[in-house]
């Protein structure tokens, strides 16, 4: 293979979406090693332990929800949304980017996916249990969570079909759904490989389990193209549908800081932006410690920092737009409310959201910082802060300042809001850690594809004349 | 009838290109109990095999069809007959209401079909099959592509049609057992 020249010589050509020198066979082995390698890293040990510490701190303070309900929170009324739905609504739009990843690019042949959408997949996969759990531990009897579905009961009646939050119900169990199928159908391909490659009988049963006695065959392969974009283009409307209806809850009820129309494509701007922060987060110190530079290349890092560019001016232009229509608007109310938010009880966690999510994403106009990655990796996660901060500032800053001065309320979370909320990491952690070990990372038939061949990118089809008889 | 011994003949090739050659000749040749297998996707290889099925897409969207409608009609029944709430005159079928649920049931049993029907046209989960009793099979979600003519072919003779799988350029050919 004759070699290709490896700097990026030029502007106009980009960088290439993989190291020199790799063929069929390294790519899958090089993959594949890291998931059947019988040394575990040092540092998937010391992380696991850790996210799972924390995990038990999630049982400990949902057992201790359970047991006392959720007067061990802060929420008082009127700010009986707290920390659970903040959590609820930040989980939820960091699931967005790994759907944004792997249904929207791929429509638009970004084939600089291939390296990023398997775990971006299974990060979205994640969040959303994450984010699943918290309205469940917030509704006060959470073992009574099957109400929320329609089914015949012995009080005859029926979740009110006209509420946002019942909308919620399906959007986000739909999400859940067809998330994990888009997943699992991924790594059919990729775990009939890994059965391949085990040389351990225990891996070859349960990795042979999982592929379904998958053999590659051409017409599978054609059906399987064939749902997999019919998949990707289901999920694409679903991605956005689901912020909007999660930013429904706010935009139906009628509390100023909520009431607004620019709330959807506000809110599924700011779940790319927060998702993408997270792929970032989270691909930087895993390319680095799996030595996974050749695939999750520097080009991919710099086009994820476009994105989050682009997506976080979205986001400010929201926040401008509030503002301005706050004062335009000429209602007092809504006036009110933005000039509580910026000089009242919350103003610290407002200012320090628009300097997260609007001052420091500036820096990535510069291609030195979008090269730099350490410098990309803090600003990942000052934007992931940021957007903690701004469902905060949504939540709880809206119901603490209503109507009537009256109905005023000071909240802060407890400290079982911060264990709950800490415990959920834990949670999102451990299924990541044990992700990276236990399943291929990156999507290896996919990768396969991205090889340059001798004679060119793909095998072409060569046009034939079908002979009967 | 009775059952052949073997499975088929399989040969291998090293890459795509020769294995879609090889296709192409095969049906040519009048093969048409066949399969093609290869460790990625590769384009026009299912049609140079003679597959052609349009099922799944026609799958897909009746299963959309069904979502939406079945989506929609639970809420109408739910709200507007079984347990009708008259609040402030408001109208029971309040369709605009109903639409987040209808489009997210669309989606969500369009997709279920999408993936159980591919599974299913697929045939899989299949726990065994003959193929996997070559030797040289494990490569195949490596970086090798395989063609296999199965013994069930009329046109199958073990050694013409060994002595044509290795007029193609293969690397080797093996027998496949049951």
């Not at chain 1, 350490?374 to 209503?402: F, H, P, Q, T």
């Not at chain 1, 109507?403 to 999102?428: C, E, H, N, Q």
């Not at chain 2, 795509?16 to 996707?41: I, K, W």
């Not at chain 2, 195949?140 to 049609?161: M, N, Q, S, W």
């Amino acid at each position: 293979m004759a070699p290709e020249p490896l700097q990026k010589s030029s502007n106009l050509e980009p960088a290439p979406l993989i190291g020199p020198g790799y063929s069929y066979a390294t790519v899958t082995d090089k993959i594949s090693s890291i998931v059947l390698t019988q040394k575990t890293p040092r540092s998937w040990i010391f992380g696991f332990a850790v996210a799972f510490f924390l995990l038990m701190v999630l049982m400990f303070a949902v057992g201790r929800l359970f047991l006392y309900g959720v007067g061990i929170w802060g929420i008082e009324i009127p700010v009986g949304w707290g920390w659970a739905i903040v959590n609820f609504v930040w989980w939820v739009g960091i699931a967005h980017a790994g759907t944004l990843i792997s249904a929207i690019l791929l429509l638009m042949h970004q084939e600089w996916r291939t390296s990023i959408n398997r775990f971006a997949e299974a990060m979205t996969l994640f969040a959303v249990s994450c984010a699943g759990m918290f309205p469940l531990l917030h509704l006060g009897r959470p073992w009574m969570f099957y109400w929320l579905f329609p089914y015949p009961n012995t009080m005859k009646v029926w979740p009110q079909f006209r509420s946002p939050l019942i909308w919620d119900v399906f959007a986000v169990s739909t999400y859940a759904t067809v998330s994990l199928m888009f997943w699992y159908i991924g790594l059919i391909p990729d775990l009939a490989t890994i059965r391949d490659r085990s040389k351990r009988r225990v891996g070859q049963k349960i990795y042979g389990i999982l592929a379904m006695g998958w053999r590659g065959s051409a017409a599978h392969w054609k059906r399987y193209e064939t749902a997999y974009l019919l998949l990707a283009g289901l999920a694409t409307p679903l991605v956005v549908s689901v912020h909007s209806v999660v930013s429904f809850d706010f935009a139906v009820g009628i509390v100023p800081g909520w009431h607004s129309t620019i709330f959807p494509p506000y809110f599924v701007a700011g779940a790319i932006y927060s998702g993408f922060a997270m792929v970032l987060t989270i691909s930087i110190p895993v390319r680095k410690i799996y030595r996974l530079e050749d695939f999750i290349t520097e080009r991919h890092l710099d086009n994820m920092a476009k994105i989050l560019l682009a997506t976080g001016m979205i986001v400010g232009y929201g926040y401008i737009m509030e503002t301005f229509m706050a004062y335009y608007s000429g209602n007092q109310y809504d006036k009110f409310m933005i000039i509580a938010r910026m000089t009242g009880p919350y103003m610290k966690y407002y200012w320090l959201l628009i300097f997260c999510n609007m001052v420091v994403p500036q820096f990535l106009w510069s291609s030195r910082v979008r090269a730099n990655v350490i410098g990309l990796w803090v600003i990942s996660i000052l934007v992931n802060i940021g957007m903690w901060l701004e469902r905060y500032v949504i939540v709880v800053a809206s119901l603490a300042r209503d109507y009537m001065p009256t109905m005023w309320y000071r909240y802060s979370g407890t400290a079982w809001d911060v264990a709950t909320y800490v415990g959920s990491i834990g949670l999102f952690l451990t299924l990541l850690f044990l992700f990276l070990r236990y399943l291929p990372m990156i999507s290896i038939f996919e990768l396969r594809q991205l090889v340059p061949t001798e004679s060119g990118k793909a095998a072409p089809g060569t046009p034939h004349a079908p002979v009967e008889g | 009838m009775k059952r052949h011994p073997l499975y088929g003949l399989m040969a291998e090739f090293e890459t795509a290109e020769a294995l879609m050659a090889a296709a192409h000749q095969a049906r040519e040749e009048g093969y048409r109990r066949m399969d093609a297998y290869s460790p990625l996707p590769v384009e026009g290889l299912a049609e140079a095999i003679g597959f052609h099925d349009r099922r799944l897409p026609v799958i897909v969207l009746i299963g959309g069809m069904v979502g939406c409608l079945g989506g929609y009609y639970l809420q109408y029944w739910c709200s507007a007959i079984s347990y009708p709430l008259n609040i402030g005159g408001r109208p029971l079928n309040s369709w605009p209401s109903f639409i987040p649920i209808t489009f997210e049931m669309t989606v969500l049993v369009a997709a279920l079909s999408a993936v159980l029907g591919m599974l299913a046209l697929n045939g899989l989960p299949m726990p065994y099959h003959p193929v996997f009793n070559s030797p040289r099979f494990v490569l195949a979600t490596r970086d090798r592509f395989f063609l296999c003519i199965e013994a069930r072919d009329p046109k199958f003779d073990k050694e013409r049609t060994r002595t044509f799988l290795a007029g193609l350029h293969a690397r080797g050919v093996t027998e496949v057992t049951r």
